[in-house]
């Protein structure tokens, strides 16, 4: 593909990745978890913060998706460590739709 956007190099993603390891440890080591994927349904209600966008469109996704809970909740994970990566508070929409675009890709290999 090509594109005019320069790379980021691989020192300033391993940052970054730092970065949001660190936030994650700081945000659930209190409950017992050290990363994003460890939580449970009772902690993304209460941990995972949405913007209005970001809800509107997981409610979509569950129903056009036909997600289970389940699903649902691995959305959610993956949606706020792509969140955490941007440096981002809340879970905005965009977070969600590249978590969506994730899961259906994997669905297809």
Do not use: P, W
């Not at 320069?6 to 390891?21: F, G, N, Y």
């Not at 449970?40 to 979509?60: E, F, V, W, Y």
């Not at 706020?80 to 669905?107: C, M, P, V, W």
């Amino acid at each position: 593909m090509v594109s005019n956007q320069t790379a980021e190099s691989s020192v300033v993603i391993r940052r970054r990745v730092e970065e949001a390891r660190a936030v994650q440890y700081r945000r659930l080591s209190s409950h017992g978890f050290y990363c994003n994927s460890q939580m449970g349904h009772k902690q993304l209600k209460s941990i995972c913060a949405m913007t209005r966008d970001a809800q509107d469109l997981m409610r979509q996704a569950f129903t056009k998706m036909n997600l289970s809970a389940r699903g649902y909740d691995r959305i959610v994970k993956v949606a706020r460590t792509i969140a955490d990566l941007a440096g981002s508070e809340k879970i905005n929409g965009q977070h969600i739709a590249e978590a969506i675009h994730f899961r259906n890709n994997l669905r297809m290999v």
